[in-house]
């Protein structure tokens, strides 16, 4: 038993692997590499709906449920120096004991299974504003991030990859990583359908296609505020123009005859 435990590195204090962190990303940088790192500020690791459904959908496997803990930790000490999602592909540095390299591949999304997300969706997007903005409502977002019927991969769709002696495919540096692309779908969920090879722009098009309805009230309206954001202008207040009442008319003073002598 001591020999198995014996191939492990022994523990390495958070503070040294963070220098030893910073003086990798400053060798990979001379060399000319460009570096994504992922930085959570507090514990809230995904604050969008998005990024909060990709960490729910990751815990909801038993098989990561004993490991993913001590990927959190990882994931916000700023372990994850590096992470670059692809088509199929996530690619990332993790800074541990040592700088450990982390491969995961993701099964592309089915036909069937992209058509009936696109059948779904279908007349979801039920604002112009929406739809001149390449954004979905948050129906359409809970079709996408459904966990049996969704966009995100299935534990059988997931092929894990890590050059640390971990026996287990899910390790900690592994688990960091899965938390970090939560983290960045907050502010890329795009990389979803390129993490899946689904083209979002296929969403846009069959909404087009289906009859849009533009509420007269509400907050979808087109607002004037709504038109300047999406076109960058400015839509000052104008002040109403002042009510103007017709002059009265007069008549004319009746010509008046002298008498007759």
Request: positive net charge; glycine residues 6%; hydrophobic residues 40%.
């Amino acid at each position: 038993m001591g020999r198995y435990y014996d191939r492990f590195p022994p523990y390495v204090p958070v503070a040294k692997r963070r220098a030893a962190a910073a003086k990798k990303v400053n060798a990979l940088k001379k060399k000319g590499q460009i570096l994504e790192p992922v930085a959570i500020e507090g514990r809230i690791i995904a604050k969008t709906f998005w990024g909060k459904a990709w960490c729910t959908h990751l815990e909801s496997y038993s098989d990561f449920e004993n490991r993913l803990p001590r990927g959190r930790t990882y994931a916000r000490n700023g372990s994850v120096i590096d992470l670059k999602i692809s088509a199929g592909k996530i690619k990332a540095l993790v800074s541990g004991s040592s700088i450990y390299n982390v491969t995961i591949d993701i099964a592309p999304v089915t036909h069937t299974q992209w058509q009936k997300i696109i059948k779904t969706c279908a007349g979801k997007i039920n604002s112009l504003i929406e739809l001149l903005q390449g954004q979905f409502s948050h129906s359409v977002m809970e079709v996408i991030a459904h966990h049996q019927t969704g966009l995100f991969p299935k534990l059988t769709e997931i092929k894990l990859n890590c050059s640390c002696l971990d026996w287990a495919d899910m390790c900690k540096h592994v688990a960091a990583v899965l938390y970090g692309v939560g983290a960045r779908l907050d502010t890329q969920p795009e990389d979803l359908f390129l993490l899946r090879q689904a083209d979002h722009l296929q969403l846009i098009a069959t909404a087009a296609a289906a009859p849009l309805e533009i509420p007269t009230t509400g907050k979808n309206t087109l607002a004037d505020s709504d038109l300047g954001a999406l076109f960058d202008i400015d839509l000052a207040a104008q002040p109403a123009p002042k009510k103007t009442t017709a002059p009265k008319k007069t008549t004319a003073p009746k010509k008046t005859t002298a008498p007759k002598k």
